[in-house]
């Protein structure tokens, strides 16, 4: 193929316990996902309810990812960084119109993610009705450690996940608290686009995000899906 220039290298994650890869083709990402999340944020009225699950994405070059700490760098024009700790949902397949029945059959396996967020940007954007591109999809804004695969982890739909800021907890919630299933949430992206293999979804974060700052040693888990460790520089 004659290209202008060399092809950017292939964004790609981990798989724990293997040498093999996770080959990132597409980033979407789920908002208030958890009711004490939207509470925080003003964006849930208790009487209301869920509301139908709404979805924005990062550029596949966003993410960061392996095993091990990792660096990232604090990006420009922000003075507010939020930490969102939330699952991944990493798929193997893809589909349109898959039923939420069929969804399990798509995943490949779970990582631990960071959808990092320019909170003041986004506040902004809200305001002026503008899209959150800029304050969600900045370069190194998809944070994820090692994918352990649906053989090892099994299809987490309870469990522990937490956040620690230079070792004290931040964020704590519990998988079940997820307005939407991983199951419904893949039936119902299938149904505005076609999700192919090497998507990644981040499926929402519990409440208690705030700011970070360079320096700041952040470590998060989620129960029988891992641990992820990065550095703010
Ligand atoms: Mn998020």
Not at 78 to 105: D, Q, R, Y
Not at 170 to 195: C, F, H, P, Y
Request: net charge negative; proline share 6%; hydrophobic share 45%.
């Amino acid at each position: 193929m004659n290209f202008v220039f060399a092809p950017h290298p292939v964004t790609s994650l981990p798989v724990a316990g293997t040498d093999q890869r996770f080959p990132v083709r597409r980033v979407f990402c789920v908002g208030r996902n958890y009711a004490d999340h939207a509470r925080e944020m003003g964006a849930l009225d208790q009487a209301e309810g869920r509301e139908p699950p709404f979805f924005f994405t990062k550029p596949a070059d966003a993410v960061v990812a392996g095993a091990g700490e990792l660096s990232v760098k604090y990006p420009p024009q922000t003075a507010n960084l939020h930490h969102e700790i939330e699952m991944v949902v990493a798929l193997g397949a893809g589909g349109e119109n898959v039923s939420v029945e069929a969804a399990k059959g798509l995943i490949f396996g779970y990582a631990v993610g960071l959808d990092l967020t320019r909170r003041d940007m986004q506040a902004k954007a809200k305001e002026k009705s503008h899209p959150w591109d800029m304050s969600k999809g900045f370069d190194q804004s998809a944070v994820a450690g090692e994918i352990s695969p649906v053989a090892v982890s099994g299809y987490p739909e309870s469990g522990r996940i937490w956040l620690k800021v230079n070792g004290q907890v931040r964020q704590e919630g519990d998988l079940s608290a997820m307005m939407w299933k991983v199951a419904d949430i893949i039936a119902n992206l299938s149904t505005l686009v076609r999700l192919e293999a090497g998507d990644l979804i981040y499926t929402g974060t519990p409440a208690g995000v705030g700011a970070i700052v360079p320096g700041d040693l952040l470590e998060a888990g989620v129960d029988k899906v891992g641990t992820l460790r990065a550095r703010i520089v």
